[in-house]
């Protein structure tokens, strides 16, 4: 679940999002924040990308094995 905040710069009212992710590797929360954008919009659509981009991560990781898995 993303967060939004507005923020003030030298160019006008900005957006962020912090939101939580997984690590692929190590399967830890991550916590990860992303700023710039004009729109809240913009912002909204950024962390959907990033959040599906974590679910493909995550699924892929899932059908592999892991070297110590097979050899080990």
Known sequence: ???YSKYSTAKGVRWLIKLSLTDPITRKKVRTTRRGFKKL???KLAA???E???K???RNL????F???IFL
Request: avoid cysteine; glycine fraction near 0%; charged fraction near 35%.
């Open 67 to 69: 070297f110590k898995e």
């Open 1 to 3: 679940m993303a967060s």
């Open 41 to 43: 919009s913009e912002a």
């Open 56 to 58: 493909k991560q995550s």
């Open 62 to 65: 899932k059908s592999h094995y």
């Open 48 to 50: 959907q990308k990033l």
């Open 52 to 54: 599906v981009e974590e």
